[in-house]
């Protein structure tokens, strides 16, 4: 973690960062004990000793992690030379895949081995799923016993592929080891089998039509890629230095591709966070990371925090150890100061508390917002919108993050697919009043919504928006402004305009169409509007991006109106549903809100938590998914081997154990607790944190002299 | 709002603050994203990128070791691209040093700031020539004298020879030995040829240092007077600066898009993020 506190470097670290060029280091620690800062710094001695830039591998589970180096390698303006290289193994795959695509494709089963590969984003893996198993699963009535929608079942179709590729087994074996560890009746083994079916049929569809999602990938990359020579040898002989940082949180993919690597590269540093390893759903395997350990000459700790005072550490310490982490508790550090609370019945007295508080922290202790996070396990819009409603009337800066957030619900995207479907009426998917307004709203600068509504009930007819001059009412004309009638006739009359010409544009064309004659200009909404060009842009790429993907198809004899496909899949959910381009966002100042896991893997530490709705069972349970299962499919679960209620009990205590170290690692002051009795839906909530809590305080009180 | 202390200057920004300031800043300082079309003809431009692209990685593929004949059979759909990949297997590399290195980034510094070129070719012998070699796929060559004022003449001699010793076994690469290649494929792998020397790096080093403290100083920054340098720019709506210009009247080697490899080639995470 790179952490405001942590210069300059102590001994131990300066050691490490200095340690000769040729050797191996496995460097491990509690979170907060200065590790990357080692890595940070080691990488920039290795610039200043001459190794060659592009000889230094950095390697992350996800490029968050990555922030810390890549900040001080843009902050480093001396360097002359090449550039570092920063990958994960989603990218690094790609990038190799795609490069030797020719010499491997005809081995690895692709049907048509001289065509180009076509690789999948996990949005369009579920489009092709859903091309490729519906017919299917409608056909045979697949899945019939389970009551969650398409998108999210076909989802956790595609992610028992990848833990499948992450882990190591093949894909066939998903439904085997589902049933044996999982099916307590017939029905259950059916739903496994059905998940097994649509599996293989998916990469069967993928195999003739040359598509890679993630796990076709990783496969191809592991056992094919890196069996041709040149491709190997490009690899090892490129990366001669690797800095591998959270590694804990790594699959077992990535270290299999840093083992090899660890064979020819002259040095290396592996970073380790002991109690860490929390994206398990995603196949992070600690125990397979702590397997490299032996492949190191050099083993060093660093398990001194840097971040957490006395009070935060024995708070984090007591609820592991209450929960049964072996983690060491100092009963006789008192951890009440570092824990501030109170009790409400209501939700919204608990968020205009948090909001108290924060603005406290804020204007009479002067504490930076940059230096406090809000989380709660699960971040609803209602939570997320009262929190940045609260703060901004305080004046409080803050920023807020969700790692997927869906296009469809930006207005400018909306926007953009409303006026999508008026110019496209042979889709016979008309608006509906309700859009309309809304679309009226955000494309005519100055235009309220009783404005908008009126001239929506009056004047949208038929799918079709009717000239301003139909308003027969000159008074009702007056009330919404010939100004504004103006620029809606300027809006209707371009989409007639388009309807005639019948231009047939690709949906991406349209919008940038759209966007840049009429949106964008003087008088429209999007004028001048960084955040509503950005979302547009945002949706260009993906409705191009599944263009690019599926325009091939035509090759197959697989006739597909894009557009149309594009428009009901946005509808959906299925499509335009991940936004990366928000992790930059993350650079940028003010008070953080996000979900306790999010906040975890920026690595950085505040002054300041807050968590909320600590009377949740969101933060211990796991989600709802009855198709697939992170634990089962891991490599340290015996094929076999029933998982029982028991092991489901354990999971949670352990998954909050190590949440809660985590988050308390990451905080130097004190916790804030948010509690209502009743949650934001109204219930009664008593979870596992909630009652770890106060089990804590109640041992600490019995067993701690200064409590 | 100013430029972020740690941006990068690149051939790309550079030209564009040359070509409009107002570019410049819509697009490093604000960072405005801006979707409006380029041209008349989206589809043909958009062909015309991908198959320049497809070109070049072609060429990283090739110089990496796959060989030629499988790279060639993959071009049967199309006819131009495999007339430009004749066309570099005849003479692209002729006369080329045998170290080399595709698609590598190099950086240096400038008052203050780094300065980053990114190559399609560099091709070296350590005591010997230290070619640049940058494969142009559009359909006109243009004048050398309207080449060697661009910024990519500019920056991609200086930061070689500012950056490159590394790769020339570790002495400075004396100016007199790089020379700069645009090599146009589509004109049978027609090579337009600078040279360097001392004193043009001189000259280079205190023109890029100007402009840069003009970026770094400027109070404003304002449009461009010359409307012709609009017609392709896709801030032109904001401005008000017309419509889209014809793709025939466009120059596609001329289309800088190396931002996006400032960031240290960042990946596009196929694993879902966390849900909760």
């Known amino acids: 973690m790179a952490d ?8 131990a670290q300066s050691e490490l960062v200095s340690a000769p060029l040729q050797g191996k280091i496995w460097l491990e620690g509690i979170a907060g004990g200065g590790k990357t800062s080692v890595g940070v710094a080691r990488v920039v001695t290795l610039l200043g000793q001459g190794v060659p830039a592009e000889s230094i591998l950095i390697f992350v589970p996800q490029r968050s992690l990555a922030q810390p180096y890549i900040a001080a390698l843009r902050g480093w303006t001396a360097h002359r030379g090449g550039q570092v290289s920063v990958q994960t193994i989603g990218s690094l795959s790609l990038q190799m895949v795609e490069t030797f695509w020719f010499l491997i494709s005809g081995d690895a089963g692709f049907k048509r081995p001289q065509d180009l590969p076509n690789f999948l984003s996990l949005e369009l893996a579920q489009y092709f799923m859903t091309r490729a198993i519906e017919p299917l699963v409608d056909e045979r009535d697949y899945f019939n016993s389970v009551r969650i929608d398409r998108p999210r079942l076909y989802s956790q179709i595609v992610d028992n592929m990848n833990k499948a590729a992450l882990v190591g087994f093949p894909i066939s074996e998903i439904g085997s080891r589902l049933k044996s560890a999982l099916a307590s009746g017939v029905e259950q083994a059916h739903i496994f089998d059905d998940a097994q079916t649509c599996a293989l049929a998916f990469r069967k ?7 890679l999602d993630f796990s076709l990938q990783l496969e191809v990359f592991r056992d094919h890629v890196w069996a041709v020579q040149p491709a190997r040898a490009y690899l090892r002989g490129r990366f001669k230095h690797l800095i591998v940082d959270g590694v804990e949180e790594d699959n077992p993919a990535s270290h299999f591709l840093i083992h090899e690597l660890l064979q020819s590269c002259e040095s290396a540093l592996i970073i380790y966070d002991r109690d860490a390893g929390f994206r398990r759903f995603l196949g992070a395997d600690p125990d397979s990371a702590r397997r490299l350990r032996d492949k190191c000459e ?24 209450q929960l049964g982490l072996s983690v060491k508790a100092e009963w006789d550090v008192d951890p009440a100061p570092a824990l501030i609370t109170e009790a409400h019945r209501y939700h919204p007295a608990m968020v205009d508390w948090v909001a108290r508080q924060v603005e406290t922290l804020v204007r009479e202790r002067d504490v930076s917002p940059n230096d406090i996070v809000i989380v709660a396990p699960f971040m609803s819009d209602a939570l997320r919108f009262g929190l940045a409603d609260r703060l901004t009337q305080r004046g409080i800066p803050l920023r807020s993050h969700r790692p997927s957030r869906a296009l469809r619900d930006e207005p400018a995207a909306r926007t953009l697919l409303t006026l999508a479907r008026l110019a496209h009426p042979h889709w016979n998917m008309p608006p509906t009043d309700f859009d309309i307004v809304f679309a009226l709203m955000a494309a005519i600068k100055d235009l309220d919504l009783v404005r908008a509504k009126l001239l929506t009930e009056m004047l949208y007819r038929n799918g079709r928006l009717l000239p301003f001059a139909e308003m027969r009412s000159t008074a009702m004309q007056e009330r919404i402004t010939f100004d504004i009638g103006e620029r809606y006739d300027r809006l209707a009359a371009w989409i007639d305009r388009y309807i005639d010409r019948d231009r047939g544009d690709a949906i991406d064309i349209f919008f940038r169409r759209l966007y840049g004659a009429l949106l964008s200009r003087a008088g429209f909404g999007f004028h001048d509007d960084v955040d509503a060009g950005n ?3 945002n949706l260009v790429d993906s409705a191009r991006g599944f263009r690019w993907s599926l325009d091939f198809m035509s090759r197959y004899d697989e006739q597909i109106d894009l557009s149309q496909d594009y428009v009901k899949m946005v509808d959906r959910g299925v499509i335009a549903n991940f936004y990366l381009r928000d992790w930059i966002a993350d650079a940028e100042e003010g008070l953080l809100i996000a979900p306790a896991y999010t906040f975890l893997l920026n690595n950085r530490a505040v002054d300041y938590q807050f968590w909320l709705n600590i009377g949740s069972e969101g933060w211990s349970r796991r989600l709802y998914q009855p198709l697939t299962h992170p634990y089962v499919l891991s490599r340290g679960w015996p094929p076999g081997i029933l998982w029982t209620e028991e092991d489901e009990r354990s999971l949670s205590r352990e998954t909050l154990g190590r949440l809660l170290l985590a988050l308390t690692r990451r905080c130097r002051k004190a916790v804030y607790l ?17 009652e770890t809590i106060q089990s804590m305080l109640r041992r600490a009180a019995r067993e701690g002299p200064n409590v | 709002m100013s430029l972020s202390p740690d941006f990068a200057f690149t051939q790309g920004s550079l030209q564009d603050f040359a070509d409009c300031a107002r570019r410049f800043e819509l697009r490093f300082i604000r960072r405005m994203r801006y979707p409006a079309l380029e041209t008349q003809e989206p589809l043909q431009f958009e062909k015309r990128m991908r198959q320049g692209a497809r070109f070049h990685k072609l060429v990283q593929q090739h110089l990496l070791g796959v060989p030629a004949e499988a790279l060639t059979a993959s071009l049967a759909d199309d006819a131009e691209l495999a007339g430009w990949w004749r066309n570099y297997l005849a003479r692209g590399l002729s006369g ?3 170290q080399r290195f595709s698609e590598i980034t190099l950086q240096t510094h400038l ?6 070129a990114k190559y399609d070719l560099l091709a070296l012998e350590p005591g010997g020539p230290a070619i640049i070699v940058d494969w142009k796929t559009g359909a006109r060559v243009p004048s050398q004298s309207h080449l060697r004022a661009r910024m990519q003449t500019i920056v991609y001699r200086y930061v070689l020879a500012q950056a490159g010793a590394h790769l020339y076994g570790g002495e400075s690469i004396p100016p007199e030995r790089i020379r700069m290649d645009y090599v146009y494929v ?4 027609e090579r337009l040829s600078f040279a360097y020397s001392a004193a043009q790096m001189g000259e280079d080093e205190a023109q890029l240092s100007a402009m840069i403290a003009a970026i770094d100083g400027a109070e404003a920054f304002p449009l461009t007077n010359e409307e012709r340098r609009c017609r392709f720019c896709s801030y032109r709506t904001l401005c008000d600066r017309g419509g889209a210009g014809r793709l025939e009247d466009f120059d596609l080697d001329e289309y800088a898009d190396d931002e996006e490899d400032e960031a240290f080639m960042l990946d596009f995470d196929q694993i879902a993020e966390i849900e909760f």
């Open chain 2, 96 to 98: 080329l040093p045998a």
């Open chain 2, 111 to 116: 008052a203050g700031r780094r300065l980053v």
């Open chain 1, 4 to 11: 405001k506190a942590r210069s300059p470097l102590t001994a």
């Open chain 1, 298 to 321: 050099r083993k060093a700790t660093l398990d001194e925090t840097f971040v957490m005072e006395e009070a935060v550490a024995a708070l984090g310490a007591g609820l592991g150890a």
């Open chain 1, 674 to 690: 948010g509690y209502s009795e009743l949650s934001e839906s109204g219930y009664e909530q008593r979870g596992l944190l909630l």
């Open chain 2, 186 to 189: 589509a004109q049978g792998a």
């Open chain 1, 535 to 537: 979302t547009a842009q």
């Open chain 1, 205 to 211: 569809y993928c195999l003739t039509h040359n598509l």
